[in-house]
């Protein structure tokens, strides 16, 4: 248990940051689940036009720090293979 008020403090940001991280991460997973299921049902036309407001996202999160940057640039890049692929 915090026993210094400068503990008490660090715990109560500590957890109003972990719940903004989990949110964060929360919208990316969400994004990118949207994005993946317009790509599996082939709907190119949708996917286009979601695709710069996942990549917005993706790289907002990484710019935050709730993901890295290589997971944010390794998302993006598998969901714009599979964008060109169904466009082929």
Do not use: C, P
């Amino acid at each position: 248990m915090a026993n210094t008020v400068t503990s008490i403090k660090r715990i109560g940001i500590t957890e109003r940051r972990t719940a903004t991280n989990r949110a964060r991460r929360s919208r990316i997973k969400g994004v990118i689940k949207i994005m993946r299921k317009l790509l599996a049902d082939k709907n190119h036309g949708e996917a286009t036009k979601q695709l710069t407001q996942v990549f917005s996202i993706v790289d907002r999160g990484a710019k935050w720090g709730v993901i890295k940057k290589n997971t944010a640039a390794r998302y993006k890049s598998r969901l714009a293979r599979r964008l060109k692929a169904i466009a082929a």
